[in-house]
């Protein structure tokens, strides 16, 4: 198992920006193919972005290209988001997810306001 912790989710306008990072510890974090995931009151948890073990392929949802951007620090054990231009509709709960142990973070609340 890794374990997850998610922070950096808050309360922001819309066209505001925000950065969430996820921390791993407990078992090789830079070997995973890590995710983001939100589940906005209501609806079923949704992908939003994912990006392989180096750092160097990267994927997203349509809704958040253009907007959203992946990155990791492997010597850190952490994945950001970096969200800009946020709309009301991206207000959910944020998760990580590391692939290769199926493992969840508890997740951070971004609310946006319009």
């Known amino acids: 198992q890794v374990q997850l912790v998610e922070s950096g989710g808050g309360l922001v306008q819309a066209g505001g920006s925000l950065r969430l990072s996820c921390v791993a510890s407990?078992?090789?974090?830079?070997?995973?193919?890590m995710g983001w995931f939100h589940q906005a009151s209501g609806k079923e948890r949704e992908f939003v972005a994912a990006?392989?073990?180096?750092?160097?392929?990267?994927e997203y949802a349509e809704s958040v290209k253009g907007r959203f951007t992946n990155s990791r620090d492997n010597a850190k054990n952490t994945m950001y988001l970096q969200m800009n231009s946020l709309k009301p509709e991206d207000t959910a709960v944020y998760f990580c997810y590391a692939f290769s142990y199926d493992s969840w973070g508890q997740g951070t609340q971004v609310t946006v306001s319009s």
């Open positions: 407990g078992r090789t974090f830079s070997s995973t193919r």
């Open positions: 990006i392989n073990w180096s750092g160097r392929i990267t």
